[in-house]
């Protein structure tokens, strides 16, 4: 079982931007798409963005689509979500996620392995 630890959560003001990381645990990380999902107070789970296992394709939700990027370091074990132009809108836990097949999906019970999660608080 794959172990990630998210980071790069804060609080920033509205049109500031983040940088969020996710590294992974074991040698296969490499093999599998990965995701960023949200969750805002009182709310559900939501995809945010997801990329196949080369890095060469991506999915974002229209909410966030233009304002954030999603990317990956086979090299490093590591996936990133760029974030831009935030708004009070985007605040939420983030969480990465592992797909548990080939597909890079936007539902999370596509993914089998699932951080802990890090808290982006933008204010206006």
């Known amino acids: 079982q794959v172990q990630l630890v998210e980071s790069g959560g804060g609080l920033v003001q509205a049109g500031g931007s983040l940088r969020l990381s996710c590294a992974a645990s074991g040698r296969t990380f490499s093999s599998y798409p990965m995701g960023w999902f949200r969750q805002a107070p009182g709310k559900e789970r939501e995809f945010v963005a997801a990329?196949?296992?080369?890095?060469?394709?991506?999915s974002y939700a229209d909410s966030v689509k233009g304002r954030f990027t999603i990317s990956r370091d086979n090299a490093k074990n590591t996936v990133y979500l760029q974030m831009n132009s935030l708004n009070p809108d985007d605040t939420a836990v983030y969480y990465c996620a592992r797909s548990r097949g080939s597909y890079y999906s936007q539902f999370a019970y596509e993914y089998d392995s699932w951080g802990q999660g890090t808290q982006v608080t933008v204010s206006s």
């Open positions: 990329i196949n296992w080369t890095g060469g394709f991506t």
